[in-house]
């Protein structure tokens, strides 16, 4: 996620993109080289060569440490986390709470990493960023790559033996992946960011079916694919965990809270529950992030106090397992 581009060299920043029908339309991510485990594509999954770049703000950053930490590679794979506040040179490297500097690198500001790559960069400047500290190059920024790297090509890397992309569920993943982005990941900022009342309208209403389905998807099953956590899991966790807090309010997303959903809600409190998922979660990076960076959204840039919610509060989801 990024609120600007690089041009000639500059830092542009807030410059969202839409249609003619003030509907937000996300760009495409632009680095895809693809990390193996026997290193046929150029790139092997080997401990202490990649360095992730993440914002605790941003969702799609969140999904790759909490497969870094479902897969246990926080000594394989180190991190760098800019601050929450994106200002006029778009992220930025700060000895801020919760903050871990470019060390790798040495860079103030995230876009000077594209630029390392290439000095005529005029792409988006987004995270997560994954890196190669041996062939000092971005490997990929697409976070649904990276968080399937991390499952399933550095198994000989991990000590864990958590698989969340398993033979025998892997089309209902990916299609459930799928299933999911448009009208939910995507879906908050489409209706956050719409500049005409028909998109917004549109948006929030897709938001709503959506997320009324996967409400009855689990009153049957404990994940969204059955009874373990999978890669779908993430992506719609990192989406929920920001909901009440911000898009509910930021986004217009106000129809009805994450709260008011028995089953998501439970479902979000257990995955919060799981064993080092915790530590990726940063409500107030989250919410700072938001209602700073945002100034077309909230030009006060006042960030609300609440909601108080309890991530932590006992669940009935193994129920099911």
């Given at each position: 996620m990024g609120l600007g581009v690089l041009q000639q060299g500059k830092w542009v920043s807030d410059r969202e993109q839409e249609d003619e029908q003030?509907?937000?339309?996300?760009?495409?991510?632009?680095?895809?080289?693809?990390?193996?485990?026997?290193?046929?594509?150029?790139?092997?999954?080997?401990?202490?060569?990649?360095?992730?770049?993440?914002?605790?703000?941003?969702?799609?950053?969140?999904r790759t440490l909490m497969m870094r930490q479902f897969k246990d590679l926080t000594d394989a794979v180190s991190v760098s986390v800019v601050d929450p506040v994106m200002g006029e040179h778009g992220w930025e490297f700060s000895q801020g709470a919760g903050c871990i500097p470019d060390f790798v690198n040495g860079s103030r500001y995230l876009w000077e990493i594209y630029i390392k790559v290439d000095q005529h960069y005029t792409g988006r400047v987004t995270v997560p960023i994954l890196w190669d500290k041996h062939t000092q190059t971005i490997v990929n920024n697409e976070s649904r790559e990276i968080i399937r790297m991390f499952d399933t090509e550095f198994a000989a890397v991990s000590p864990a033996g958590f698989d969340l992309y398993p033979a025998d569920l892997q089309q209902v993943i990916d299609q459930t992946i799928d299933a999911i982005y448009q009208p939910i990941n995507n879906g908050v900022y489409r209706a956050g960011f719409a500049t005409k009342q028909s998109a917004y309208e549109e948006a929030v209403t897709e938001l709503f079916e959506a997320l009324d389905h996967w409400e009855q998807v689990l009153s049957q099953h404990r994940y969204l694919c059955?009874?373990?956590?999978?890669?779908?899991?993430?992506?719609?966790?990192?989406?929920?965990?920001?909901?009440?807090?911000?898009?509910?309010?930021?986004?217009?997303?106000n129809l009805r809270r994450i709260v008011d959903y028995p089953n998501l809600w439970g479902y979000l409190r257990d995955i919060y529950q799981q064993p080092g998922i915790q530590e990726t979660c940063n409500l107030d990076h989250i919410k700072r992030h938001y209602y700073i960076s945002h100034p077309k959204v909230n030009p006060t840039r006042l960030v609300p106090k609440g909601p108080m919610i309890d991530f932590g509060q006992p669940h009935d989801r193994d129920r099911f397992s």
């Open positions: 003030g509907r937000f339309v996300r760009p495409s991510t632009t680095f895809r080289n693809w990390i193996t485990a026997d290193g046929s594509s150029g790139f092997k999954a080997e401990a202490d060569r990649y360095h992730l770049y993440v914002s605790l703000a941003c969702p799609w950053a969140h059955g009874n373990q956590i999978t890669e779908a899991d993430i992506c719609l966790f990192t989406t929920l965990l920001r909901f009440d807090a911000v898009y509910y309010v930021h986004f217009k997303c």
